[in-house]
């Protein structure tokens, strides 16, 4: 592969993009994925994480049954706010700021 | 590798690899930072990085806040683009209730200068049009603002590596032990010694506090975070739950659960989450989410950082921390005055480890 190659076409990432962050010790997907965006994009690594597993593979010599895939996460495809949306307006673990600023004699602490 | 440093620090991510540029400023070499995966893989990495002042309580710790956020333009400077963007913080409430303790906010703040203003309905609409017109008022302070978490660690880390620092990842610490004026460090990747040694573990402080015998009480607290595909630019300011990045993608999530370590995404609390976006604001019903992802924070057990000395053994440090990514430069610099000088220029007294001892024997 060329070092102008896309790897990543959702973010435009280039293979000399990726090789230089394994030169700076990043060993896994998710690492490079961090420091380049390699993987980010609306195809969420569908498509470059074989490309990204040669790379390391090449660079670093390790086995491909050794590199950890990409951690996947819900929703495996896009989907819209609103339909993940159930509209209520009660929450429980989500919090708004002004819960979190304490008051204490009717001062704030 | 050499196996002798001036300076140890175990722990990359945002707090540790501030520690280690801003020690390299002054010392260039003799510096190791530690870290038993890679810097971002934790807590640093999976975070929606506001650098936020205005509603901590209470005011001591705002103000501290404050400084920090103050250090970013100029650490921006320094390092490189980070993406800092000082775009001004919007918490809106929807129930005329709040207005009063908004206002006692706004009072109080006042008086260590943070300035905290209180909207009305058609301020808080006027400021950001895409908020719920059903909105009662927002507080708002033009101090706070975001960062681009990956490339903050990322210059960190090669601003202190251009310094000298040596950066030995995917080496977990297994061991530590205390000599005449001097650790020994034993890693998975061999055993270092050093003069200075700071605790930077993050989420692992616990952990890595009972290889010295102490307790660092911190515990972890997880948050889901959704992120959208990329819109045209649309919100002006980060608003307390969401903010918008600078390509375009909104990152949406205020939510906290004791889960330990588990970093799963839930469905329920993506869909809170997706809730709290529509009631803020109603026109990302249409955005595509593209990824849920959660982070540990690391919270200590008071809320309030660990910073400082460890008393009792000489030249041992800690710095452990909620909201690492706003407090990075301010730590940073305290610290490398403390091991380096042996005081700091904003006392940090207050963050000692020392207070969790005084409230046992209370």
């Given at each position: 592969m060329d070092k102008s190659t896309i790897i990543c076409r959702c973010e435009e990432i280039s293979l000399e993009e990726i090789e230089k962050v394994i030169s700076n010790g990043a060993r896994t997907f998710d690492d490079i994925k961090r420091l380049t965006r390699c993987g980010m994009g609306p195809c969420q690594s569908k498509i470059c994480n074989c490309l990204v597993a040669a790379a390391i593979n090449e660079k670093t010599g390790t086995p491909f049954h050794e590199i950890p895939l990409p951690r996947m996460r819900m929703p495996i495809s896009p989907i819209k706010l609103d339909t993940l949306a159930?509209?209520?307006t009660t929450f429980s673990s989500v919090k708004s700021v002004l819960d979190e600023v304490e008051l204490e004699d009717g001062k704030v602490r | 590798m050499e196996t002798s440093y001036e300076t140890i620090i175990i722990g990359g991510g945002v707090v540790g690899s501030s520690i280690a540029y801003h020690l390299s400023e002054r010392n260039k070499g003799g510096i190791l930072v530690l870290d038993k995966k890679f810097p971002l893989s934790g807590t640093s990495g999976s975070t929606q990085a506001w650098v936020w002042v205005h509603n901590k309580t209470p005011s001591w710790y705002a103000e501290f806040s404050m400084y920090s956020a103050e250090l970013y333009p100029y650490l921006s400077k320094k390092i490189g683009d980070v993406e800092y963007k000082r775009t001004g913080g919007l918490s809106p409430f929807f129930n005329e209730a709040d207005r009063e303790k908004a206002l006692l906010l706004a009072k109080t703040y006042e008086s260590i200068g943070i300035k905290i203003k209180v909207l009305t309905r058609e301020e808080a609409l006027e400021k950001e049009?895409?908020?719920?017109?059903?909105?009662a008022g927002a507080t708002y302070s033009s101090i706070d603002g975001n960062v681009n978490p990956f490339r903050l660690v990322d210059r960190y880390m090669r601003a202190a590596k251009k310094n000298g620092v040596q950066y030995s990842t995917y080496n977990k610490v297994t061991e530590i032990q205390k000599l005449p004026g001097k650790f020994m460090v034993v890693s998975q990747k061999g055993t270092f010694q050093c003069k200075n040694l700071v605790l930077a573990g993050g989420t692992w402080s616990r952990e890595l506090g009972k290889m010295v015998d102490i307790t660092i009480p911190i515990n972890q607290l997880r948050g889901q975070i959704l992120v959208t595909e990329p819109l045209k630019p649309f919100l002006n300011y980060t608003i307390s739950g969401l903010r918008q990045a600078f390509n375009g993608e909104v990152l949406i999530g205020y939510s906290m659960e004791k889960e330990g370590f588990n970093r799963a995404t839930t469905l329920e609390v993506m869909q809170e989450t997706a809730n709290l976006a529509v009631h803020y604001v109603p026109s990302l019903r249409k955005a595509k989410v593209v990824r849920a992802f959660s982070g540990i924070r690391a919270m200590p057990e008071d809320g309030f950082p660990i910073l400082g000395r460890i008393p009792g053994v000489e030249n041992l440090f800690v710095a452990a921390t909620h909201s690492g990514v706003t407090l990075s430069p301010l730590i940073g610099t305290l610290m490398t005055e403390l091991i380096?000088?042996?005081?700091?220029?904003?006392?940090i007294d207050r963050y000692s480890i020392t207070r969790f001892n005084n409230m046992e024997t209370k």
């Open positions: 159930t509209n209520s | 049009p895409s908020l719920n017109p059903e909105v380096l000088d042996g005081d700091t220029s904003i006392p």
